[in-house]
């Protein structure tokens, strides 16, 4: 180099990587030389250079991470969708990463999922923007972190650069039963026994054996059972019989068994079927009663962690009898219920929606709450402290240790003392309707405590609390796709309520939980309670108890509360949502509430709410209760909002929705207050009062011409103080004029 005249070195900033080039090449982007006679360019720092980049290709960097995940979780698959990063790095090169993690939800402690989960296509080297995860563990927390990553993304020595989604997944049929155990076997019987799944997840409701003589599996007899052992008789002497068993959750049921195969004994074992009838009889009601006697054994002992809880539902299972099918044919055992759901035209027809069962329908109620909930030995409760007050008696959180599981964070609603057997009655009730539901938007049963004197409803811990109270206490924190997030879980509750032909009619952000995963879940189930608990039901003229401004026009009238009146419901709790908790129409009274809805008045836009939510909001007000939108079409709607959020960039321009509130009416110049200040004081934001008098806001209609934009030139910059007077402002034009968006 030391020999080359001076004219053919290049100058710092340039280089010329190999002697025969005939010129000196600028240093590409991101790259720089301080020498001169330089054969390549150095990076910039953070900047990298693949090995197989040419010198001439500017210097790259990692990608950032993926932007706006979603989520959507159907059973024990997750679906995860994202927006490609701001910044590739320079490079086309970009491909994604999936790291999954489960999480514990009371410690919060994650470890790696492992590798029963399965990605599709594919964990690593995703060139799409979606990915599926299935065969996750059912009602588990897991945070999956997508990194977008490109050709130098190994040599970043930085943090990773990730964007990460909680989930919960919901439930899931139960896996299959492994261990068949042959018990008794006769000429004409088979007596067998098997192991609860692996994994229940879930209540197990029922098993179903199946059964063929080997090698005619076209003729096979279908039993079912509550109880985890069974007696298949009128078999044929000495010959082979293949068994499968699967069970029966409120998810479905899993998968058969393998094959078990278990043979009769020959004929010359016992002298005749009938004769052999009777040990049979004997040694299972000699079982059933040792069984029996060893649960009843193990409830009275008080070991209920240490085996009580987890017998308290085997002790159910005795008292039931099993049901038997032959193929083709139905017993006279059968129960006729049973061949409508599950035969048909002679095939068998697996129960495939499930719907929702009042628990009014059973004579005895106490049976409709240990059909649908489980029971729990209080002994496995800890109560830590009172978080609020419920119709029956106060709420309290706490700790759940069942065998064989981890210890729990739970809530526990508690019966007062004293109750009356209708109080009772109504309290449980609550647990029989939500002993019926599964999936994350709607708060889990745990089980109940009816044994004891004390009563109580324990449920999945919600950290947040109440959702109107959350909004409230954070008001202006959250993003619009935060916000969203929540109306989507919300609907989705809604929607597997109104799938199960359930009809809420309180729904209302007070009935709303909030999990510290930001997850909300549709709670406050009742029966004949339903209003008589909710401090904001009002008596109607009819008699009924309703929460008007939560309610549809048609209930409020003649009291068609259906699915439909459901939705109303939840355009007012986007409204509230997007307004962080405010009180639907302020302080007017119901009767004005009534009145203005029926006339064809709607509560105006939320401050900032995107103009795609405000007429979703507006769809679900539609006095014509079949044009409102159904709960999929939300879901679908605000998903498909997430997924494009730059949909949810056009606001409801504000300048509308405060003159939407003075259509047709008198100015505002009649104010109950008599002076900006009285005003601003009443509101607790008298510190602005200098402010706006010195900026010529001196009448409250001057005022009434204030826009968001000029709060912010005076100075209001906390965006929950602009909020506080916008919305006042509001407040006291519909106070005034009683007139709020016409339809
Ligand atoms: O807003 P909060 O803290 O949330 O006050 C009410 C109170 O009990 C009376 O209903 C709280 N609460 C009810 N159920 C739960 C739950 N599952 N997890 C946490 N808090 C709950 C509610």
């Not at 619009?480 to 989705?492: D, E, K, T």
């Not at 008298?686 to 706006?692: H, P």
Request: proline share 5%.
């Amino acid at each position: 180099m030391d020999s080359l005249p001076k004219k053919w070195v290049c100058r710092p900033g340039f280089f010329k990587a190999s002697p025969h080039s005939p010129s000196c090449s600028k240093c590409p982007p991101h790259s720089y030389t301080l020498d001169e006679a330089s054969t390549s360019c150095l990076c910039e720092e953070h900047y990298f250079r693949k090995e197989s980049d040419p010198p001439t290709m500017a210097c790259t960097r990692p990608p950032s991470a993926p932007r706006s995940a979603i989520s959507n979780v159907n059973e024990t698959s997750v679906f995860l969708e994202w927006i490609p990063p701001a910044d590739t790095g320079g490079r086309k090169d970009v491909s994604y990463y999936i790291a999954c993690k489960k999480c514990n939800s009371h410690s919060g402690l994650c470890e790696a999922c492992g590798g029963h989960v399965r990605y599709l296509p594919q964990q690593t080297g995703l060139k799409n923007t979606s990915v599926m995860m299935v065969d996750l563990l059912a009602h588990t927390n897991y945070t999956f972190e997508i990194e977008a990553v490109n050709g130098v993304s190994d040599q970043n020595p930085g943090a990773r650069q990730f964007v990460s989604v909680n989930v919960t997944t919901n439930q899931a049929a139960p896996s299959p039963v492994s261990s068949v155990k042959k018990g008794k076997i006769t000429k004409n019987s088979i007596s067998l026994s098997w192991q609860e799944p692996d994994r229940p997840n879930g209540i197990i409701l029922e098993y179903e054996i199946k059964y063929f003589e080997k090698d005619q599996e076209m003729s096979y007899t279908i039993i079912k059972s509550k109880e985890t052992t069974i007696t298949a008789d009128s078999l044929k002497p000495g010959s082979a019989y293949v068994f499968q068993i699967r069970a029966r959750t409120a998810a479905g049921y899993g998968g058969f068994s393998r094959r078990f195969e278990f043979e009769t004994s020959p004929v010359s074992v016992a002298a005749s079927s009938d004769q052999s009838q009777i040990p049979i009889i004997v040694v299972s009601v000699t079982v059933g009663v040792i069984l029996l006697a060893v649960v009843i054994g193990f409830l009275l002992s008080g070991s209920c962690c240490d085996g009580g809880c987890g017998w308290a539902s085997s002790l159910r299972a005795v008292a039931y009898p099993s049901l038997t099918w032959r193929c083709g044919y139905s017993k006279a055992k059968q129960d006729p219920e049973e061949e409508k759901m599950h035969f048909h035209n002679g095939h068998i027809k697996l129960p495939g929606v499930r719907t929702y069962i009042d628990p009014h329908t059973y004579e005895d109620p106490n049976q409709a709450v240990h059909e649908f909930a489980k029971e729990i030995e209080v002994s496995c409760i800890t109560i830590e402290r009172v978080i609020g007050a419920g119709e029956f008696g106060e709420v309290c959180s706490g700790r759940l240790k069942l065998q064989g599981k981890h210890e729990l964070p739970v809530a526990i609603k508690t019966l007062k003392v004293g109750y009356t057997e209708k109080q009772r009655r109504d309290f449980l009730g609550e647990a029989s309707i939500m002993g019926q539901f599964d999936h994350p938007n709607i708060i889990h049963l745990e089980g109940v405590v009816t044994k004891n004197k004390s009563v109580m409803i324990v449920t999945e811990y919600m950290e947040n609390g109440s959702l109107d109270t959350f909004l409230k206490k954070n008001d202006g924190q959250f993003t619009v796709i935060q916000l969203v997030g929540m109306l989507r879980g919300i609907a989705s509750g809604m929607k597997y309520l109104s799938d199960m032909g359930y009809v809420h009619r309180d729904l209302a952000a007070r009935n709303i939980l909030i999990n510290s995963n930001l997850v909300c879940k549709v709670s406050d189930f009742g029966l004949s309670r339903v209003l008589e608990d909710d401090p904001e039901a009002a008596y109607t003229t009819r008699g009924g108890k309703i929460p008007i401004r939560w309610t549809a026009p048609e209930a409020i009238a003649f009291r068609k509360f259906t699915s439909a009146s459901d939705v109303w419901s939840y355009g007012i709790v986007m409204w509230e949502v997007m307004s962080y908790g405010e009180r639907p129409y302020w302080e007017m009274t119901n009767q004005d509430v009534i009145k203005a809805v029926e006339e064809g008045y709607r509560l105006p836009s939320p401050m900032d709410c995107p103009a795609a939510l405000y007429q979703l909001m507006l769809d679900c007000w539609q006095k014509d209760r079949n044009s409102r939108p159904k709960f999929d079409e939300i879901v679908s709607m605000l998903d498909k909002l997430i997924r494009n959020p730059s949909s949810l960039k056009t606001l409801v321009n504000a300048s509308s929705r405060v003159s939407n509130l003075l259509v047709e009416h008198s100015p505002v110049g009649s104010s109950t207050y008599r002076s900006v200040g009285e005003w601003l004081e009443a509101i607790k934001m008298g510190r602005y009062t200098e402010i706006f008098m010195e900026n010529g806001y001196s009448s409250m209609d001057a005022v009434a011409q204030v826009t968001i934009e000029d709060l912010r030139r005076l100075g209001v910059t906390l965006v929950g103080h602009q909020k506080k007077i916008m919305n006042s402002l509001q407040e006291v034009k519909v106070q005034l004029v009683n007139g709020m968006v016409p339809l």
